[in-house]
């Protein structure tokens, strides 16, 4: 269990976090919905350790490590498909190890045949399944989702969706992910937290499509 | 059908304008009809096939490039290593910055008699070879370092990759295109600055001993022979290093 406490966050005057509250249970997807511009991304990176907070407490993150779908695809352009996901991958495995887990997870997001490939030859659904691809490639305790099918068509999106679950199921991992779409956070989650204002509230707790 | 005629016509275009300004060079040694101050094309091509016979010209022109190549070596060598080490910190930038521009606002010349009282005459070509084309080499390495996307940086952060291979996997790639113009752009600066500091050291193998030789014997046709050979050199490698970069950069954009 994750369990934010009083925590307290402000730019300047601007104050976006305030004597905040939130718990996340193991092994379940939880979706932050709320308005663009509430400060969702803010405590998405404050989990991460992108982002340093003024005051409260984190518990249950010690030793954690994450994994982080951003809104962009973040792929290093100058890397192949295989290059990309490698590159989080180096720094702790050995290259037996590497070459079993980048075959695993390009073929789970169906990428088989565009392994050489540079980000720039493929369509922005591919792209962002490699970034799927890489989160799930990479140890982690925590997967954090950040608007992650934002600005695909509505085609590719369920598509996409549907790979992330069908991974999701293989390979169960917390997920904590940010959305504005309430379609998107109840085909995903167990829980949604609906959040609203600035400093940033709960405003409701409802269960998910997703058991 | 564009597209695919203009480069044809460039093809056939390049003999024609380099023929046509060769032309210009005769007519106008034509009419000057003084060898000493404008020898022809052919006379300058004949001293080349002269020259070329000998042992002492491929001795000298092999010493000139190991001095290019040292000093530029080097140069690039220094440059990246700083460029990023000052790109990545602020403190060491502005400690360096002056530096660099000092160096920059340095007349050449005086570059080269300040070498020649503190090295020897063969060393004289290489350090100012290198002092040339370093501050070049590190600006446009510094700029490819704050050009590095700060959300690829932070994507390595969230995934814990170590420093080694961000430095490979994120600096290395990025700055790549800034550093080969830096690379082309010295290049040819470095060639040169390395014969201009021959001319002054004059040591026993040097294009630049020639130069100055050609000069003092009043030497015309050998003057132009030398000169042409500095140039189509400086021309072969900044072709070649386009190249080599066209190829590095290719899936970058």
């Known amino acids: 269990m994750i369990r934010l406490k009083n925590i307290y966050k402000a730019y300047d005057d601007l104050v976006v976090l305030k004597d905040f509250n939130i718990d996340f249970e193991d092994e379940k997807i939880t979706a932050l919905l709320g308005p663009s511009g509430c400060g969702k991304t803010t405590l998405l990176n404050i989990i991460a350790g992108l982002e340093a907070y003024q005051s409260g407490t984190i518990e249950g993150l010690a030793d954690k490590t994450f994994s982080y779908i951003f809104q962009e695809d973040r792929l290093l352009p100058w890397a192949t498909v295989e290059g990309n996901i490698r590159f989080v991958l180096e720094t702790r495995y050995d290259e037996e190890t590497i070459r079993t887990i980048l075959n695993k997870y390009i073929e789970m997001v169906g990428l088989e045949d565009y392994r050489t490939y540079y980000p720039n030859q493929l369509s922005g659904g591919m792209k962002q399944r490699v970034a799927i691809a890489r989160a799930f490639a990479y140890p982690s305790d925590i997967l954090l989702m950040d608007e992650a099918f934002k600005g695909l068509d509505m085609e590719l999106k369920i598509g996409l969706i549907q790979s992330f679950l069908a991974l999701w199921k293989k390979d169960r991992r917390r997920v904590i992910m940010v959305t504005h779409d309430i379609n998107e956070a109840m085909d995903i989650a167990h829980d949604i937290y609906i959040l609203g204002g600035r400093p940033l509230e709960i405003k409701e707790k409802r269960a998910g499509k997703n058991k | ?253």
């Not at chain 2, 290593?81 to 910190?89: A, K, T």
């Not at chain 2, 070879?129 to 446009?140: A, R, Y």
């Not at chain 2, 690829?152 to 800034?178: F, N």
């Open chain 2, 1 to 253: 059908m564009r597209p695919s005629t203009i480069p044809n016509n460039k093809k056939i275009a390049r003999p024609l304008i380099i023929l046509f300004w060769l032309g210009v060079w005769g007519g106008v040694s034509l009419l000057i009809n003084r060898e000493i101050y404008l020898p022809s094309p052919i006379r300058t091509l004949r001293a080349f096939i002269e020259l070329s016979t000998t042992a002492e010209f491929w001795s000298s022109i092999a010493m000139t490039f190991i001095r290019v190549a040292i000093g530029f070596l080097v140069s690039c060598l220094a440059g990246v290593i700083l460029g990023i080490l000052c790109g990545l910190n602020r403190f060491l930038y502005d400690a360096f910055n002056p530096l660099a521009i000092t160096i920059k606002s340095t007349p050449v010349m005086s570059v080269i008699i300040i070498a020649l009282i503190w090295f020897q005459s063969g060393q004289v070509p290489v350090f100012v070879c290198f002092l040339m084309c370093f501050p070049v080499i590190w600006t446009n390495v510094v700029q490819g370092v704050k050009q590095v996307d700060k959300r690829l940086l932070q994507m390595a952060k969230v995934y814990k990759v170590d420093r080694w291979h961000i430095l490979k996997g994120i600096y290395i790639p990025s700055l790549t295109p800034y550093l080969m113009a830096g690379i082309i752009t010295s290049l040819g600066f470095g060639w040169k600055v390395t014969v201009a500091a021959e001319v002054l050291s004059s040591p026993k193998y040097s294009i630049g001993g020639h130069l100055y030789n050609a000069k003092v014997y009043l030497e015309s046709p050998e003057l132009f022979a030398w000169t042409s050979v500095v140039i189509v050199l400086s021309f072969a490698f900044e072709y070649l290093f386009k190249r080599i970069a066209a190829n590095m950069t290719n899936h970058s954009h």
